[in-house]
């Protein structure tokens, strides 16, 4: 097919050698099928800002870094500048969270480079090497469902366990290859340590999961790997290979109101004082 204008650039420079098929159109992004020397991958080739639909909630960006400090006031004032650092800033997420994952062994598609808001990555096929379905294209029997979906849940703790929770798993960002589960579509991936909506997003990616292959293996819908893999990260108890139980034993102490006031009122005095520092920091600009 005839090379799209945003590839055009990558051809250019022996980056990539044809442009197979296009793969999927969707709010984020187009994907292609494309051939780069010998090998077959795919390009994620992100649309503009003004093109896409994902809002940028202030819940998926809390907690991510930004080195640069004038790059980090920009954003902040909202500029023509720091809008476009902003957009720059939200793509780069979902690449440095790919990158991460696929170091921490997690099953994302591997990725080879970032160019000109173009990823390339790998291919995810099936056994006969044809593009690899999602899980929401596939019907499952229930020993499938139940081997899948405890797949899932290790993929996930991996991911928790390289600091990452996806923010938006669902059946439609995760593919099925020979060996199973793949996940994919980062760009929402927020910081565990770092965003206090964590907890809150691993517990819908999980749940989500569980109710989807539930539909197959009602079972599953008894579970509770999400308490309990997120309990033991916050003890530190967690590991990459750690073995679940799917089973979380609630609390039955009753709250201290009191001790919760305190903490609610010294946090509220605490987000006062950050914002007047910051707002004397940008006075002073």
Known sequence: MRIPKRLQPLAEDGMIDEVISQLMSGKEADVYVVRCGN?????????????????????????????NS???RAMSKKTQYGQKEQENAWLNAEVEALYQLAAAGVRVPKPYG???????????????????????DVTLS????????????????????????HGDLSEFNVLLDAQ??????????VNAAGNNSASMMLERDVNTMR????????????????REMWSLYEAGKLQADSQLTGTYAYSDTNADV????????????EESERLERLRAEHSDD
Do not use: N
């Open 39 to 67: 090998d077959v991958r795919c390009a994620k080739v992100f649309k503009e800002a003004s093109q896409r639909s994902f809002k940028q909630a202030v819940e998926y960006q809390e907690g991510r870094k930004v080195r």
């Open 70 to 72: 004038r790059r980090a």
């Open 114 to 136: 970032f160019i000109d808001g173009v990823l390339l990555m790998e291919l995810i096929t099936d056994a006969e090497g044809y593009v690899a379905p999602r899980l929401d």
């Open 142 to 165: 229930a020993e499938d469902a139940k081997i899948w979906h405890q797949q899932v849940i290790e993929e996930v703790v991996r991911m928790l366990c390289a600091g990452l929770v």
């Open 180 to 189: 199973g589960p793949v996940i994919i579509d980062l760009p929402q991936a």
């Open 211 to 226: 109710a989807y292959f539930g539909r197959f293996a009602p079972e599953l819908l008894k579970t509770e790997f999400a």
């Open 258 to 269: 009191d001790e919760l006031m305190a903490v609610i009122d010294a946090a509220s005095e």
